[in-house]
Structure formats: C-alpha cells, structure tokens
C-alpha cells in the first residue's frame, strides 16, 4: 500500500557530510511527523531527528548543530543533511512516519498507516 524507501547511505570519511533521503510511495495524501532513527547491532533504536507537517523539528543532544532535517510535503519526501560526521554516527538509519493517510484500492478508499517504518539504510563512518 505504501512504502517508505530510503537512499543515500554508505562510506563517509569523519568530519565529511552525507545526505540521506527517504521517500514514500503509494497514493499518499498526507504525512504527519516524519523522523529519523539510527541502531547499532545489540543496541536499542534511537531518535535522530523528527519533522513535523508544519516543519517543526527535533534533535537528538548528540547530532544538534551538525544535522539538518527537511520535507518536502509535495513530494512526501524527508531528508537527513549530516554535516561534520563522527564514526560514533555509524549505524543503519531508519525513516519513519508517524501516520500516514492514503488511499487504497479500486474506489481510493481512505485508510491510515501507523508508525510506519522503512527499510533501513547503512552509513558507515570511518576514522
């Protein structure tokens, strides 16, 4: 029905920048809070950033000042600009929408999709 497909990840090298995107398909008619979460292998999963439809935003302490989150609502879209990277940032980041209202099947019937959850992506720092 929907999906939320990220791009972007990879090899950074300590102190460079990346930019991570994550794009929802489907019929989508609106999005409310998008965000971004990061986990390393072992340990819990943990918010990055948040975005609301408005362009509210949220930051974890430890990525405050050095990465930047966007939307675009036309293109149901969110990004993530990392800038002055640390290998501490390595993880596999995950998009997330907390609600999202689409439409489904033949007649476009309105349906809601909950703290949905896109596939992940890995950045990789290195020192």
């Known amino acids: 029905q929907v999906q939320l497909v990220e791009s972007g990840g990879g090899l950074v090298q300590a102190g460079g920048s990346m930019r991570l995107s994550c794009a929802a398909s489907?019929?989508?008619?609106?999005?409310?809070?998008m965000g971004w979460y990061r986990q390393n292998p072992g340990k819990q999963r943990e918010l990055v950033a948040t975005?609301?439809?408005?362009?509210?935003?949220n930051y974890a302490d430890s990525v405050k000042d050095r990465f930047t989150i966007s939307r675009d609502n036309a293109k149901n879209t969110v990004y993530l600009q990392m800038n002055t990277v640390k290998p501490e940032d390595t993880a596999v980041y995950y998009c997330?929408?907390?609600?999202?209202?689409?439409?489904?099947?033949?007649?476009?019937?309105?349906?809601?999709?909950?703290?949905?959850w896109g596939q992940g992506t890995q950045v990789t720092v290195s020192s």
């Open positions: 997330n929408a907390d609600r999202i209202l689409y439409y489904s099947g033949a007649y476009g019937s309105r349906s809601w999709a909950y703290n949905h």
């Open positions: 489907g019929r989508v008619a609106s999005i409310n809070t």
């Open positions: 975005i609301t439809s408005t362009g509210t935003t």
